[in-house]
């Protein structure tokens, strides 16, 4: 099993453009999450979905979208990327109520 | 609001010499208590979880405790490879609500 894989590994934009981060899990979890980290600011979460074709909103939802086509995919879009949402981000998945299993991270800046 | 705090945000210590990392938590009602250990570059790596008050659970080096407040990661005779940051986060009952993380505790061991 790969677990949770996150593509791509590193990315550079320039302000304005957009961009799609494609998780992958193989693990049949109905839950996915995408989080955010940046220095001093632990883990925030964006948007989560409990299941295929519904998402939700977390803590900091702004200037995001999200999709849950199929079970195994949540993919994350940046529609017109900001400065401010250069940050390493992280996919992750879970059954209810167990533990969540994280993927390798994207870094991305913008500039 | 549930919140998660961590302290010390930075611990430094001798290989050898024992310490414990805090986690304190407000929810309301509490599903599960979950440590994770993140490397450098990598994404959080699942640790332990604690569902009631008085439950311990060890794994090496490593052993987590909780009570109705807060849970302790205690760490004996750390070696340099334990250098790590040390996540902790708390679900609240609702099956579907999110994970809330603490801002981690960044540990460094020296040899």
């Known amino acids: 099993n790969a677990g949770v894989t996150q593509t791509p590994k590193f990315r550079v934009l320039k302000t304005g453009q957009s961009m799609t981060l494609l998780c992958a899990q193989d693990?049949?979890?109905?839950?996915m999450y995408w989080y955010r980290q940046d220095p001093g600011m632990g883990l925030r979460l964006i948007h989560y979905?409990?299941?295929?074709?519904?998402?939700a909103k977390g803590e900091v939802p702004d200037g995001y979208n999200v999709s849950r086509l199929k079970k195994q995919n949540f993919l994350l879009g940046l529609e017109s990327a900001a400065p401010s949402q250069t940050s390493v981000y992280f996919c992750?998945?879970?059954?209810?109520?167990?533990?969540?299993?994280f993927g390798p991270g994207t870094r991305l800046t913008v500039l | 609001e549930d919140q998660v705090t961590q302290s010390p945000e930075a611990l430094r210590l001798q290989e050898g010499e024992s310490s414990s990392l805090n986690c304190s938590y407000t929810?309301?009602?509490?599903?599960?208590l979950f440590w994770y250990r993140q490397d450098p570059g990598k994404g959080p790596e699942f640790l332990f979880t604690?569902?009631?008050a008085g439950e311990e659970k060890e794994k090496e080096r490593l052993k987590a405790t909780l009570t109705k407040k807060e849970s302790f990661l205690h760490i004996t005779a750390p070696k340099p490879e334990d250098s790590a940051t040390y996540l902790c986060?708390?679900?609240?009952?609702?099956?579907?609500?999110?994970?809330?993380f603490g801002k981690g505790t960044r540990l460094s061991v020296i040899a």
């Open positions: 979905s409990v299941g295929e074709g519904t998402t």
């Open positions: 604690l569902y009631s």
């Open positions: 992750a998945s879970t059954r209810q109520g167990n533990e969540q299993f």
């Open positions: 929810v309301s009602g509490l599903r599960g």
């Open positions: 693990m049949n979890h109905e839950y």
């Open positions: 986060a708390v679900q609240a009952p609702s099956g579907n609500t999110p994970l809330v």
